[in-house]
Structures are given as structure tokens and as C-alpha cells.
């Protein structure tokens, strides 16, 4: 721990990577703050000659037309903020940590309106005769986003200078779209106990 108070930011960002910022606190020799955050997103486009009409399969032999699985978008956003407490009572170090993760992700899918005509030999393709032909309707495009809330509390306890005990409690609950199913209780308990039986050791 510091003896004095300080405070340091700090932030990274390079082109193909997230942007990420903390900031440190040591307000007083037994306390300490510390925040973070962390913001990405990714871009997929799929883009095709062909946009418009079916797609033709012969297996082994030729693949043309709108493929079944393209010309779509999807965008991805990523937040991640987290700040963090620790305090220093006696042979007690008590840290203390929050999260928040919001992720959203939305996708624009046009291939599968098309649809796929599957033929056995260059011959049907002439005269029009397909083993089968697979077509999807309705909206393609999904959008949605889930919140991920976690927080922990540990007890790092020194009653000796050969014996340590740690002892928390962590709960995590992700909030999904209402068509999934989800649960708030997720508790993680911890609980560890580490003995030097010799100082040489």
C-alpha cells in the first residue's frame, strides 16, 4: 500500500483493438480505489456479386447464383465498466469489486430469402429439374442485448505470519432477452487456508 495519496490515469486504444481506461486511487495508506472500463465493437459485412434470384448447387460440380448464407451485416458493441474498493483493518486486507457488462448485438440477414435450388447433373440444369429447392420467409434481422452484473466481497485474513485465510462471496446475474430463460441466483462462495509450517519454508 502507499503511504500518501496518489492517483494515476491510465488509457490504451490501438486500431484494431478495444479502447480501454483506468484509474487508480491510493487515498490513504489502507485504502485504495480503482476504476476501469473497457468499450469494443466489431463489424462483419458479407457482400455477394449476385443479390437478387436463387442459388444453384450441384454437388461436385458447380456452386452459383445468391449463395444460401451471405449478404448480411452484423455489428457488435462491448461495454465493460468496473470499480473496485480495498480496505486494510489490522491483519484484515477486505477488497471489494463491482462489474457491469452490456453487450449488444444486432445482424441483417437478406441470402436466405433467395433461396437454394440443388440440381444432380449439368443435364437437369437444362431441362429445369432440381432434386429440391429450400426457401426461408419472415425476418432475419435479430437484435438483442444482455447485462451482466457481478459483485464480491473477500476477507483476506493474516492472524499469523504463517497462516492466511481467505474467505468471499461472489453474485453474478446476466439479464437475457425474455425469451430466454434465466436465473438470479448465482452465488460462488470461496474459501482458502494457506500454513507455513516453517519460516524457512
Known amino acids: 500500500m502507499c503511504s500518501g495519496g496518489s492517483r494515476r490515469w491510465l488509457l490504451q486504444w490501438r486500431a484494431s483493438g478495444p479502447l480501454r481506461s483506468g484509474r487508480h486511487d491510493a487515498v490513504r495508506s489502507r485504502h485504495a480505489y480503482k476504476l476501469s472500463f473497457e468499450v469494443s465493437q466489431r463489424r462483419a459485412v458479407e457482400r455477394t456479386e449476385i443479390s437478387t434470384g436463387p442459388g444453384m448447387l450441384i454437388p461436385g460440380v458447380a456452386l452459383f447464383g445468391t449463395p444460401y448464407f451471405g449478404n448480411s451485416r452484423r455489428f457488435e458493441t462491448h461495454l465493460d465498466v468496473a470499480d473496485g474498493f480495498s480496505l486494510q483493518i489490522n491483519h484484515h486486507l477486505i477488497p471489494d469489486w463491482h ?28 431441362t429445369g429439374n432440381a432434386d429440391f429447392f429450400s426457401q426461408s420467409f419472415g425476418n432475419f434481422d435479430t437484435k438483442f442485448s444482455e447485462l ?54
Open 99 to 126: 462489474e457491469r457488462q452490456s453487450d449488444c448485438s444486432s445482424r441483417e440477414r437478406a441470402g436466405r430469402v433467395s433461396g437454394l435450388l440443388r440440381l444432380s447433373s449439368l443435364a437437369d440444369l437444362s
Open 148 to 201: 451482466c452484473l457481478a459483485a464480491y466481497g473477500q476477507d483476506h485474513w493474516t492472524p499469523a505470519r504463517s497462516l492466511t485465510i481467505d474467505c468471499g462471496l461472489r453474485h453474478e446475474y446476466n439479464r437475457l432477452p425474455s425469451s430466454l430463460p434465466q436465473d438470479a441466483i448465482n452465488f460462488s462462495p470461496r474459501i482458502g487456508i494457506a500454513w507455513t509450517p516453517h519460516p524457512r519454508w
